[in-house]
């Protein structure tokens, strides 16, 4: 019922700048968290950054300081602006929405995009 649908990968420079978008679609009342997760080969996917309703963001170690997390809620909308890539940022990036979460349960309902595939050259 929710879809996600990431964009702006694509091949780059060290150094150089991407900004991917994750649009949701479908019927969604309210969102919880939308998050980017990555994937590199032969990796563990992890979480790069994350924002929530209420603005509040986490961001891994690893990007800390050269990634930048930002949403347009009114269009269900999560950009990731990533700034001197490295190499090591090479993955598959993968959109992922929270919504409809109790506190007091836990629970919630999580949606993934297919992913969008940034390769970052030396």
């Known amino acids: 019922q929710v879809q996600l649908v990431e964009s702006g990968g694509g091949l780059v420079q060290a150094g150089g700048s991407l900004r991917l978008s994750c649009a949701a679609s479908g019927t969604i009342f309210s969102i919880n968290v939308m998050g980017w997760y990555r994937q590199a080969p032969g990796k563990q996917r992890e979480l790069v950054a994350a924002?929530?309703?209420?603005?509040?963001?986490n961001y891994a170690t690893s990007v800390k300081g050269r990634f930048t997390i930002s949403r347009e809620n009114a269009k269900n909308t999560v950009f990731l602006q990533m700034n001197s890539l490295k190499p090591e940022d090479t993955a598959d990036y993968y959109c992922?929405?929270?919504?409809?979460?109790?506190?007091?349960?836990?629970?919630?309902?999580?949606?993934w995009g297919q992913g969008t595939q940034v390769t970052v050259s030396s």
């Open positions: 992922n929405l929270l919504t409809d979460y109790i506190p007091a349960t836990g629970w919630g309902r999580n949606y």
């Open positions: 924002i929530d309703s209420g603005g509040s963001i």
